[in-house]
Structure formats: C-alpha cells, structure tokens
Nanobody, 123 residues
C-alpha cells in the first residue's frame, strides 16, 4: 500500500483544514487508519484513528471535539477534519495504515506510512 497525504497549509488560529489520505496499489479498506503528527523538537504522537469499518474512532485528548476522522471505503480515502486549530497543532501530519482492523495508537502497529503534510498554525 502506498499512502499519499495532502491538505496541509498555513492557517491562522481558529481556522480549519481538512487533511486527506489516499491509498494506491492496494486497498486499506480492511485496516484501521490513523493520523500521527510530529511537531518541531517533539516526538511523533498519535492524533486520531478509525477502525476498518468506520464505526470506531479514537482521538488524542487535546484534539477531541475539534478534529474528526472519517473514511470512505469505496474511495479508499481517510480524512481528518481539523477545526479550531491552535498554534500547538503545528506539525507534520502523517497518515498510517495499521496491521489491525481496530484502532491502535502505537506507531509499531502501523506498517504503511504516508510522506507527511505540513500544518502550520499562526497565532
């Protein structure tokens, strides 16, 4: 599976962005998919994940109520709607396909990674 993340950009605090992750070469419709991020000088962290069928989601506490993950299995895409962005959300965001059908927050469970898309939120 090859993953392509897109949708990042430079926005102001309070604005919204929608990230997209598209799979090619093989479907990830039977796999959970997650978004991770790495902020400057910090370690990679789990942001949000969605189960293979879209019925279960999990979020990092600091993004709950602001971010929404969704998937379109027919289109083989996963999206992350980010509302109410804050400067501390600034990071490179990566989508990743898990080996599991259910959501896992650990990077080690994910064996396919996209190239990352930069989100910069100015204050």
């Amino acid at each position: 599976v090859q993953l392509q993340a897109s949708g990042g950009g430079l926005v102001q605090a309070g604005d919204s962005l929608k990230l997209s992750c598209a799979a090619s070469k093989r479907t990830f419709s039977n796999n959970a998919v997650s978004w991770f991020r790495r902020a400057p000088g910090k370690e990679r962290e789990f942001v949000a994940g969605i189960s293979w069928n879209g019925l279960s989601t999990n979020y990092k506490d600091s993004v709950k109520g602001r971010f929404t993950i969704s998937r379109d299995r027919a289109k083989n895409t996963v999206s992350l709607q980010m509302d109410g962005l804050k400067p501390e959300d600034t990071a490179v965001y990566y989508c990743a396909a898990s080996r599991m059908a259910s959501v896992s927050t650990g990077p080690a469970f994910h064996n396919y990674w996209g190239q990352g898309t930069l989100v910069t939120v100015s204050s």
